[in-house]
């Protein structure tokens, strides 16, 4: 049985860091993403990686402080969070194919894999 579980959330004030992992069972972790949903708000893309690590893409809003990042021994992926901002809190998902090699694209389905979330809150 696949199964996703993120963890690493928590409290940090403004300009603080985290890092988040996913943790992927029953399976090889191909092309993952984080996403994230704040209150009132729609799911949106955070940043993503295929199965080879060779391409990677990040939303606009994160780019230059947030990295993603898979250790494929460990079947984990991280997004590790600089410089976070109260608008960066959310809760955040990981999501992985359901093919392995699947080409990185900004949306996953609900066929797709997905974590329960974790809580990141930044306060100002």
């Known amino acids: 049985q696949v199964q996703l579980v993120e963890s690493g959330g928590g409290l940090v004030q403004a300009g603080g860091s985290l890092r988040l992992s996913c943790v992927f069972s029953?399976?090889?972790?191909?092309?993952y993403a984080w996403f994230r949903q704040a209150p009132g708000k729609e799911r949106e893309f955070v940043a993503g990686?295929?199965?080879?690590?060779?391409?990677?893409d990040y939303a606009n809003s994160v780019k230059g402080r947030f990295t993603i990042s898979r250790d494929n021994a460990k079947n984990t992926g991280y997004l590790q969070m600089n410089s976070l901002k109260p608008e960066d809190t959310a809760i955040y998902y990981c999501?992985?194919?359901?093919?392995?090699?699947?080409?990185?694209?900004?949306?996953?389905?609900?066929?797709?894999?997905w974590g329960q979330g974790t809580q990141v809150t930044v306060s100002s």
């Open positions: 029953g399976g090889a972790l191909g092309t």
């Open positions: 999501a992985a194919a359901k093919y392995y090699n699947i080409v990185l694209r900004r949306t996953f389905e609900s066929d797709d894999y």
């Open positions: 990686i295929d199965w080879s690590g060779a391409n990677i």
